[in-house]
T-cell receptor, first 112, second 116 residues
Framework: DAKTTQPNSMESNEEEPVHLPCNHSTISGTDYIHWYRQLPSQGPEYVIHGLTSNVNNRMASLAIAEDRKSSTLILHRATLRDAAVYYCILRDDSGNTGKLIFGQGTTLQVKP | GAVVSQHPSRVICKSGTSVKIECRSLDFQATTMFWYRQFPKKSLMLMATSNEGSKATYEQGVEKDKFLINHASLTLSTLTVTSAHPEDSSFYIC????????????FGPGTRLTVL
């Protein structure tokens, strides 16, 4: 599985936008970019995923670089409840195994 | 969204005993479920892929005789930690993927196992 690189931690102020970067320079053509987040003492939850085009949903936006070697998860207005570990994961959906290999993720702190 | 439950949420057991953890998809069918473990301040580590009606596929370094997985129905997978030892103490998390869907996975709330 291709690796991703994320900053260990980031800080944000409440109600401000947050841009969480992810580098995946060895991404292959069939790898989808998935983002999950994990709140303290809970299981992870799905945030968003994409292949080539930018994606938006009710939780966040995903901006994917044209060469696909990096992506950015955007939280438009951070709230205290967004404090979590955010994982950027590449998944080869062509293989149909569906398994997710988690890296270290980015711990996001949101300050009131 | 789809709901995955785990039972128990927390268990404390004596060294040498076996512990069974259940993972259920409550409102969808899941041909495939996954089991992870997570140590404090660490990321999730995939242990095995559980397929309904067939043997589980274990990741490298995970002892299949130690961590028994059974996926007897489309809504239930169980993980049994056999002859548990203190080093098996961890947070165990399952996830489920909808049948015929390769997108999001739904994670359970986790089970915290403490072996004394």
């Amino acid at each position: 599985d291709a690796k991703t690189t994320q900053p260990n931690s980031m800080e944000s102020n409440e109600e401000e936008p947050v841009h969480l970067p992810c580098n995946h320079s060895t991404i292959s053509g069939t790898d989808y970019i998935h983002w999950y987040r994990q709140l303290p003492s809970q299981g992870p939850e799905y945030v968003i995923h994409g292949l080539t085009s930018n994606v938006n949903n009710r939780m966040a936006s995903l901006a994917i670089a044209e060469d696909r070697k990096s992506s950015t998860l955007i939280l438009h207005r951070a709230t205290l409840r967004d404090a979590a570990v955010y994982y950027c994961i590449l998944r080869d959906d062509s293989g149909n195994t569906g398994k997710l290999i988690f890296g270290q993720g980015t711990t996001l702190q949101v300050k009131p | 969204g789809a709901v995955v439950s785990q039972h128990p949420s927390r268990v404390i057991c004596k060294s040498g005993t076996s512990v069974k953890i259940e993972c259920r998809s409550l409102d969808f069918q899941a041909t495939t479920m996954f089991w992870y473990r997570q140590f404090p301040k660490k990321s999730l580590m995939l242990m095995a892929t559980s397929n309904e009606g067939s043997k589980a596929t274990y990741e490298q370094g995970v002892e299949k005789d130690k961590f028994l997985i059974n996926h007897a129905s489309l809504t239930l997978s169980t993980l049994t930690v056999t002859s548990a030892h203190p080093e098996d103490s961890s947070f165990y998390i399952c996830s489920a993927k909808r049948t015929r869907s390769y997108n999001e996975q739904f994670f359970g709330p986790g089970t915290r196992l403490t072996v004394l």
